[in-house]
């Protein structure tokens, strides 16, 4: 199952979304991401109310979110992962949480944690979502596995949020996880292309990450200048 829709809330634009899955798209092939329109973000939100997954208006509640991604899965799609965009936050603060393949990704509030575009956090979240959906089928199940002091790898549980921002300035997986995902190879659950892609998008985003933090400290002068009344080119 190598194939991920998203779909979002109304207060996350599409154009971000589309900007996300252009980014993601770059660097992966195998794996297929897509913004499902047949599911438009007013029904979403309306599934979720339904469900009582909307607490109090303003923050989602885990197990009622789940439910709500399980009732829209069943109206649209089979054997492809669903993964909701959203800048509700939910009840654990957790940058995502979901599982066996229904997912929930917090898009809001990046810019306190990462500098610049706020879509290579969000597609560093789909990438890990899928792998972690793999190796463990929750992110509770994942959590408990997860390194609780950061080691600047893949499961770092990041309970102080800033601490992201080391694993995805690493791309990194520690030996311990590595074994993990070497299990997973030996088992088929996982192809070895496609861990390599999934790789290569960590990648693309700690390329993007050091880029912007480099710029900011030593912005490089531009060879080309505009000079004059008439803007002639030099």
């Not at 499961?155 to 997973?184: I, N, P, Q, W, Y």
Request: negative net charge; charged residues 25%.
């Amino acid at each position: 199952m190598n194939k991920v829709s998203l779909i979002h809330t109304p207060e996350v634009p599409t154009e971000f979304v589309d900007s996300v899955v252009a980014f993601f798209c770059e660097h992966a092939r195998w794996v297929k991401l897509r913004r499902l329109e047949t599911i438009v973000p007013r029904q979403v939100q309306d599934v979720l109310a339904q469900q009582g997954a909307v607490v109090d208006g303003s923050w989602l509640d885990w197990q009622a979110t789940v439910e709500a991604l399980e009732a829209l899965q069943d109206d649209a799609i089979d054997d492809e992962l669903l993964m909701l965009l959203t800048d509700l936050p939910n009840a654990q603060n957790f940058f995502s949480f979901g599982e066996r393949g229904l997912y929930c990704i917090h898009t809001a509030g990046w810019d306190m944690f990462v500098s610049g575009d706020r879509r290579i956090p969000v597609a560093h979240q789909i990438a890990s979502n899928f792998l972690l959906d793999v190796a463990f089928g929750s992110m509770e199940r994942a959590a408990a596995c997860a390194h609780v002091e950061p080691r600047g790898c893949l499961l770092d549980l990041c309970m102080d949020k800033s601490e992201v921002h080391l694993k995805m300035r690493t791309a990194d997986t520690c030996t311990e996880c590595m074994g993990l995902f070497d299990e997973l190879l030996a088992d088929g659950k996982l192809a070895p292309h496609v861990l390599h892609e999934l790789w290569g998008i960590f990648d693309a985003v700690r390329s993007q990450i050091l880029h912007r933090e480099r710029l900011r400290i030593a912005a490089k002068t531009s060879p080309i200048e505009i000079r004059g009344a008439t803007c002639r080119i030099w």
